[in-house]
């Protein structure tokens, strides 16, 4: 079958006779410019296979059969992504081997055509933070179980996306998303503040709803998206609040009371203790969000050992090991398989795109400039993207290169009072002077 315009080629659900997709669908999936497991999507290093893990956590075992068909069937790469997925790069021509493993693995939706909505962020420490409300896991659970088999809700834009924080020390509370609900507690009752095309950390919410009622309020929510939006609007953004919250048939609490504390984590990385006793996570950080199979294997084989055989993925481009009683062990060998393990490591604080080797928009290699540039210790949390998509960063970073051409960047400083990027502070700058710039440049407390 020959591509679409936008390069993907429409794929049939293979069976698989696995019990966790118990009934195989014969649906062609419809066109889209992401990724999914079932979609594989062209780009100039090959084929790009996104498998979304159910609240960034993926299980031992799943995350060696993601490392074997790395290996088998593309070119070993592995992209922990911004929304704690994680991506296949460099996809060779058995892409319905690819995807079927990934099925027999368990990462697959209980459906085709539920596989773009699976779209729910939670924070990496969901029923393991000391600081969390409630434990956000079994609401996610009926969230995603709904997104999948409720036929409606699969109309949704694949870019289409909801947050669930329950609280949480270990929070990414800048992206934004369609809808968003937070807890908090007023009068000694748990309540899910909710808001719209926007993000905890930046914006006031529009209402809350009792705890035992978040699942009606997505529910009702997206309903109301589906009844008032057109076909070209496809996200939240794309309509008034006003004519949303009047279209819902549900009771709205006022959201007095409710206060978000910002996140206790600037950067994830490091031991945490967790709210089982004795019991700690350990976060580290893929360099600028790469993993080959040797490491997932290595972090795989490290959870059995000393975690309680699952792995969770972050939206800082990292992974988490829960349950573990040794932290100092996972740390020594998360550094030995080249996980970032310190706050002081310069690359660290790099994101960076695929780039020019990876993508036919970039305009710079963007990850071997983000390489050079750590090595000159700019002092800055800097986001390096080829293109405008900003495809690396969902939130706006303190600092933004945007190539030009390959090396030259144009250098944006975040400022609430700007869009996008924030202020273009300089154009056309090598690696070199960028580097001289920042290190001219106290770092700011708006820095992450």
Same mark, same amino acid.
């Given at each position: ?154 109309? +949704?834009?694949?870019?289409? !996306?909801?947050? *669930?924080? &329950?609280?949480?020390? #270990? %929070? ?6 369609? /809808? ?107 360099? +600028?969000?790469?993993?080959? !199979?040797?490491? *997932?294997? &290595?972090?795989?084989? #490290? %959870? ?6 699952? /792995? ?137």
């Amino acid at each position: 079958m020959p591509p679409d315009k936008a390069g993907i080629i429409p794929r049939l659900y293979p069976s698989t006779g696995s019990p966790v997709n118990p009934t195989p669908a014969v649906n062609t999936l419809r066109p889209s410019a992401c990724p999914g497991l079932l979609r594989i999507v062209q780009a100039l290093d090959g084929g790009i296979c996104r498998v979304k893990l159910a609240g960034g956590s993926i299980t031992a075992a799943q995350a060696r059969a993601v490392a074997d068909v790395a290996l088998a069937y593309a070119g070993g790469v592995i992209e922990a992504t911004n929304r704690a997925n994680l991506q296949i790069r460099g996809i060779g021509a058995e892409q319905d081997a690819l995807i079927a493993k990934l099925l027999a693995a368990g990462l697959g939706p209980s459906n085709a055509s539920g596989d773009d909505v699976r779209n729910l962020m939670l924070s990496p420490s969901a029923g393991i933070d000391p600081q969390m409300l409630f434990d956000t896991r079994p609401l996610a659970d009926e969230i995603l179980a709904t997104l999948q088999t409720h036929p409606r809700f699969h109309e +949704l834009s694949a870019k289409f !996306a909801l947050q *669930l924080d &329950g609280g949480e020390a #270990l %929070a990414m509370l800048e992206h934004h998303h369609d /809808l968003w609900l937070s807890a908090f507690v007023r009068d000694g009752q748990t309540l899910l503040a909710f808001g719209l095309a926007g993000c905890p950390a930046l914006d006031a919410p529009l209402a809350a709803v009792p705890l035992e009622q978040g699942h009606a309020l997505v529910v009702a929510v997206l309903e109301a998206f589906l009844d008032l939006a057109s076909p070209a609007q496809t996200r939240m953004r794309h309509l008034p609040v006003d004519n949303v919250l009047g279209h819902l048939n549900l009771p709205l609490l006022p959201i007095d009371g409710f206060k978000r504390s910002p996140s206790g984590a600037s950067l994830p990385i490091g031991t945490y203790p967790q709210a089982q006793k004795n019991q700690f996570y350990v976060a580290a950080l893929a360099p +600028l969000g790469r993993l080959d !199979a040797t490491m *997932l294997e &290595g972090t795989a084989q #490290l %959870a059995s050992d000393l975690g309680d055989g699952t /792995l969770r993925f972050t939206p800082w481009q990292g992974v988490l090991l829960p349950n573990v009683e040794k932290p100092h062990a996972v740390t020594q060998r998360l550094a030995q398989l080249g996980f970032l393990c310190s706050v002081d490591q310069p690359l660290a604080h790099m994101i960076a795109c695929t780039g020019s080797s990876g993508c036919g928009k970039a305009l710079a290699d963007t990850k071997a400039d983000a390489v050079q540039l750590a090595a000159l210790y700019p002092g800055h949390d800097v986001h390096l993207s080829g293109c405008p998509r900003s495809c690396a960063a969902a939130h706006t970073a303190p600092v933004t290169m945007l190539a030009v051409s390959p090396g030259r960047y144009d250098v944006y400083f975040r400022d609430p009072a700007q869009p996008g990027f924030g202020r273009l502070h300089a154009h056309n700058l090598s690696i070199e002077a960028t580097g001289a710039l920042l290190r001219a440049r106290p770092r700011s407390n708006t820095d992450d």
